[in-house]
């Protein structure tokens, strides 16, 4: 039997072996989906923390219920090692990676060249490789390919299949979840992607072939560039509404009444996570290489950068009202996970703005019952302070930069001396109360 | 009885008689709701030849219904003049009238202009005067109220009151018409609102008010600005990944099956209509008073700018594949509305595109069933050719502007030597085939 033959058969009769390179927020739900389905998961981890809380059972992703996730490990469906060799006995490999930028938005092709290295050197012939890492299109073609072909010696489309299926997860989205949403499966391929179809199957609902991995990986990149885009317009607009006595969240309250062609954006002090300040970049990065300038994205990066910066002047503005320099006050920020209601501070806007502040001479202290301690780009190390009415009464200035639902916003209002709001948590129309300062 | 209480009651008993300036696709649609609900409507227009139509129970607008119409007209509910003074009828006045912009994209408001100057001079004690045309927030209370004041020699809030109130019209709408399309609502001041409520929920199911006239300008204004931005980006990256091999139809596609956090907007040629290509640029001219740049809306005009243009590199691109100059082939071009089923073909891009494919030395036919005759920005006029086997054989080139759905594509593309398709109304995945380039 041909090794397409073989890995189809295997997928049918549910003895497929799939190998899962990172157990991250991607790689960690996809695998408990796929052991759900009695399909045995081998996770890799270079952490071997992670690694060992996988084994024993100790689910560290918020989005997996731990049910799930003792039940997968307790039958020997998932289990997860630092032992990259392994990837021998797995049929199919899935690369679940981060793909950060670097300090100068280039992309940091690292991780994934290092998990393709190891998929070279470690896999059997026949083997299935899927890249889910979000990257500039032409990646899975030009970059992965490559790799593999000189670390294995085999040959693509002979001896092992190509793909790319980008990552949908939305951290804290409590409707859609890995095997609930639908999946762009990029096959490089026919067989390629006919067993694609055939292993994703397994465990994700509902499947969108698209014809090529690069089609793939543009779908994935338009859908970020579209939010990082409209994120920076709305922010833009609310700045100029600032200055002509507009609220700009009744205007978005408002335009949300039309039934048909909007969608809402808010603004905010920035953009954070690990997708959407991230994605677009790399479609500049690649663009540029066709002699291409992203004039869209380039113009909603720069609003995205300077937010941080306009909302400290926000803050000095409001403290100046007050007849207070922000060099000597104290400023208490409430929130740095980078959006509601999540444990997660990756390129959190807060932080950028904690650390704008503190260089103008603030004392800067936070509260976040999600985030017990964050460090700042340049290693600044600050701790979550419990959220008292002392502590409110005492600041300067109280900072909304996340919006949780656990804060009682009445409370804070009535105990802070200033209030500067970047998220609407106070629900009032008009921008400036004597205390209260709206983005 | 006061003024305020004097209209109150006329509104509750249905006897309000409301003045509408300009009875194009905004006013007329609106003047039917009105006096299909029993109230006494008379339209205002400066051509004779439109008033005379309506007197006569002939309707020009696509969106109403004919048996509405007939039905209004019959029971005397609407009537029409061109004689201004009459506005001393009304207890209401609302102004649908065009604000256009200059070719410098300054917004043109001596539409709005004169029909304050108007009002002014001919209304009485206790009207309430409204406008719907979208224009640049502060528009009412900073440029309308004086006027208004200097004309009529009474003061806003006491002897009239003013309403900003934007029109969602959306031509060819099948689902959303005037009445069932919910309205904001920006009253200056609290009687002017309460006024605006009464009147227009009368004729509009469902009303959205918000704390100012500014604000109810803004909303327009955002509604707008969202769309032009992201066609703005999506045309930016359908020509990008035209050079990376990557059909952006199918990406668009794929990226729609994401269920939350995406809205699909597709490329074209341009941008055309009365709304999308104008509104944003009224925010832009206004912000420059306020000393702030709108990046995002001025990087999405310069795109829509250009894809004329880039369109007509695209034909020439293609023609040139085939060995042929641009200069001495026959081109023509299917659908001039701006949008596919409509009668409309103000701002359409397929007539910028025309224009420089005629200036490089083509000759320039068109089809359209829906607009039998049109002429360019420089006057040049052109006639609907018949779209038979002859003519699309006969053209070197067939340039797909507009997809009305009447056009048989798969007919087109059989008898046609070349085919560049703006619209995606050739459905196969691959860019080009051996005649068939997608943009």
Known sequence: MGNFDSIMKKIKNDSVKVGIIGLGYVGLPLAVSFAKKGIEVLGFEKSTKKA??????????????????VAVVGSGKLSATTDFTRLRECDAAII???????????????YIAASCEEIGKCMKSGTFISLESTTYPTTTEDFMKPIIERESGMREGVDFWLCFSPERVDPGNKQYKTENTPKVIGGLGDEAQKIALAL????????????????AEMVKILENTYRLVNISLINELALLAGKMDINIWEV?????????????????????????????????YIAKG????????????????????????KIMYALNRQGKAMNGSMILFLGVAYKPDIDDARESPALLVMEQVARKGATVLYHDPYIPEATDEHGHRYVS????????????????????????????????????DTRNA???????????FKL
Do not use: W
């Not at 066709?290 to 002047?313: K, V």
């Open 385 to 420: 302070v419990e959220l008292t009415d002392k502590a409110i009464a005492d600041a300067d200035c109280v900072v909304i930069t996340t919006n949780h639902e656990c804060f009682d916003v009445d409370r804070i209002v009535a105990k802070a001396r200033l209030v500067v």
């Open 96 to 110: 679940c990676v981060p793909t950060p930028l670097d300090k100068f938005k280039k992309p940091d092709m690292s």
């Open 52 to 69: 060992d809380a996988v084994n024993a059972g100790k689910n560290y992703i918020g989005d997996i219920r731990d049910e799930d996730f």
């Open 252 to 284: 978005i309250e408002a335009a949300k009444s039309k039934p048909f062609g909007f969608q809402a954006f808010y603004p905010g002090p920035g953009i954070g996570g690990h997708c959407i300040p991230l994605d677009p970049f790399y479609l500049e």
């Open 200 to 215: 994703y199957g397994k465990a994700i609902r509902e499947l969108y072939p698209v014809s090529s991995p690069r089609a």
């Open 426 to 436: 106070v629900k009032r129309v008009h921008i400036e109360g004597d205390k209260v």
């Open 290 to 313: 066709f002699n291409f300038d992203l004039t869209m994205i380039n113009a909603a990066g720069n609003i995205n950068n300077l937010m941080p910066y306009r909302i400290m002047n």
